[in-house]
């Protein structure tokens, strides 16, 4: 048995600079609208995140990332719900997580679910987010932003992997100017600076088991499917030195939750698609989650008390480029499948489910790894 390869060193080159803001697309948006829906203290909300994302970033010195958990923030959003239901979900999730990693049982579900039920779930995330990307984000700023989108994307794919000039950076400079050129009022941030700090807040028994009913639940087959199956995954393929342990995905996801809640911080997770976006534009170590989350908390210390209208000043259609290149490294990511026909079809099947069905990633995984199972055991037979 070989030893795990040294902790890697921490670097802030451009392409570290460049991976930091590659997962920009996903998490803003739900922050923001976690924010306004369940009427949270931006600066807590920005600083609490940055947190997690610095301290994860000295932890695994890669870039693994932080990300609010998408269901519950779907569902905050879509029923408004209050902050103290949402702190006590956090707390709910943490505590279930933590339960599933000491007792083994997701060490069980590593073992028993297959690497291309595991693909099909990166596939159907892939889905979603390019569905997001191009739906909702380049299509904001109507033909202006269509214009801007196309000429971020032939950017971004011409300067992909290019060390010198890392496409993030540059298309993240082009979005600035568009934004100083068309959108920019001195107004807005003169009205949202002011120093903040996260606000303590104690979870009462009552907002824990309903934050468990109403976000947790729906929440936990995301969970385990992508922020640890799947990240655990990505690791492997982009980082095969360095193994990463259930184990210790699943320890860092529920201490996250155990400890934000407190201070009025969104729950969090891992997340496959957050690793590929940071990796696709640069970042290599946990330099890049280190830049991204002294970001944050620079955001929420001076901004924070108006940071959803300083971060709608950025074009959307930057976010939604980022966000499709995101979605793209995780659907190449099924090329290991093409080549044996039946778990091709598994992984195909898996990330429809996961994109399309009402908790999908629960039936994608439970109809995926039964049918891969019934296949084999036929197999046996003959």
């Not at 997962?23 to 997690?52: E, H, Q, W, Y």
């Not at 779930?121 to 987010?129: D, E, P, V």
């Not at 996250?256 to 640069?282: E, I, T």
């Not at 939604?320 to 995780?330: K, P, S, T």
Request: with cysteine.
């Amino acid at each position: 048995m070989t030893n795990p390869a040294p902790p890697s060193r921490l670097r802030f080159d451009r392409n570290e600079w460049a991976g930091a803001f590659g997962d920009l697309g996903t998490d803003i948006p739900l922050l923001v609208g976690m924010t306004l829906a369940a009427r949270l203290d931006g600066a807590s909300v920005l600083m609490v995140f940055g947190a997690m994302q610095i301290l994860t970033a000295l932890v695994y010195r890669m870039p693994m990332p932080v990300q609010p958990l998408k269901a519950m923030a779907a569902l905050v959003i879509a029923q408004r719900l209050g902050g103290d239901i949402l702190f006590g979900a956090g707390l709910a999730i943490g505590v279930v997580m933590l339960v599933l990693t000491l007792t083994g049982a997701l060490d069980w579900l590593a073992r028993l679910v297959p690497k291309c039920v595991v693909r099909g779930i990166q596939f159907g995330l892939g889905l979603q987010l390019a569905t997001i990307a191009l739906g909702n984000y380049v299509r904001a700023n109507g033909a202006a932003g269509y214009a801007l989108a196309a000429m971020a994307f032939v950017l971004t794919l011409l300067l992909i992997g290019n060390r010198k000039y890392p496409a993030a950076l540059v298309v993240i400079a082009l979005g600035l100017a568009f934004a100083l050129l068309n959108k920019f009022e001195t107004g807005i941030f003169t009205a949202s600076f002011g120093f903040g700090w996260p606000k303590l807040h104690v979870p009462g028994w009552g907002d824990v088991l309903t934050g468990f009913l109403v976000l947790a639940v729906p929440q936990i087959p995301l969970s385990i499917g992508n922020s640890v199956l799947a990240t655990r995954q990505v690791a492997a393929d982009f980082f095969p030195e360095r193994p990463l342990s259930i184990r210790r995905i699943g320890l860092t996801y529920s201490l996250m939750n155990l400890l934000a809640p407190w201070f009025s911080g969104v729950p969090v997770c891992h997340g496959s698609g957050g690793m590929a976006g940071h990796y696709s534009f640069g970042a290599r170590t946990g330099g890049s989650v280190l830049i991204y989350g002294l970001f944050l908390v620079l955001l929420g210390i001076f901004f924070g008390a108006g940071f959803e209208k300083v971060v709608q000043i950025f074009p959307l259609p930057i976010l939604g480029v980022l966000l499709l290149f995101e979605a793209l490294a995780l659907v190449k990511l099924l090329a290991d499948q093409v080549n044996e026909v039946s778990a091709f079809t598994i992984s195909l099947l898996v990330g429809l489910c996961a994109a399309g069905l009402p908790y999908g990633y629960a039936i994608g995984v439970f109809v995926g790894t039964v049918l891969y199972y019934l296949r084999r055991r036929g197999s046996d037979l003959r």
